[in-house]
């Protein structure tokens, strides 16, 4: 049997993404873990989850949580860096199909 522990390791996504995720979509971080690695997939997916983390920042700043606000342009902050790799990589993978 899969933990959640395993399901990320398959994941592209960091902990505190999903998390993010869950959040936002009320959804049980495993459920969340399994949405989050589809939209990953694809820079539309990649956008949603940038909107929903965005979402969260600004759902967190108007309740004055400033703390949760700043972690979370952290990991808004991350997520942009490493889909930008993702990005990167598979372009450069369909170039050498070519």
């Keep these: 049997m899969l933990t959640y522990e395993d399901c990320l390791g398959?994941?592209?996504?960091?902990?505190?993404?999903?998390?993010?995720?869950?959040?936002?979509?009320?959804?049980?971080?495993?459920?969340a873990l399994e949405l989050g690695a589809h939209l990953a997939r694809s820079p539309q997916g990649?956008?949603?989850?940038?909107?929903?983390?965005?979402?969260?920042?600004?759902v967190a700043r108007e309740r004055g949580d400033s703390t949760e606000a700043l972690r979370l342009n952290l990991v808004?902050?991350?997520?942009?860096?490493?889909?930008?790799?993702?990005a990167g990589a598979a372009s450069s993978?369909?170039?050498?199909?070519?």
């Design 10 to 31: 398959l994941c592209e996504l960091t902990a505190d993404e999903i998390a993010a995720i869950a959040r936002h979509e009320h959804l049980p971080e495993i459920v």
């Design 46 to 58: 990649r956008r949603t989850i940038r909107n929903m983390i965005e979402d969260d920042v600004a």
């Design 76 to 86: 808004l902050r991350e997520f942009g860096a490493h889909a930008l790799r993702s």
């Design 93 to 98: 993978s369909l170039g050498s199909q070519r």
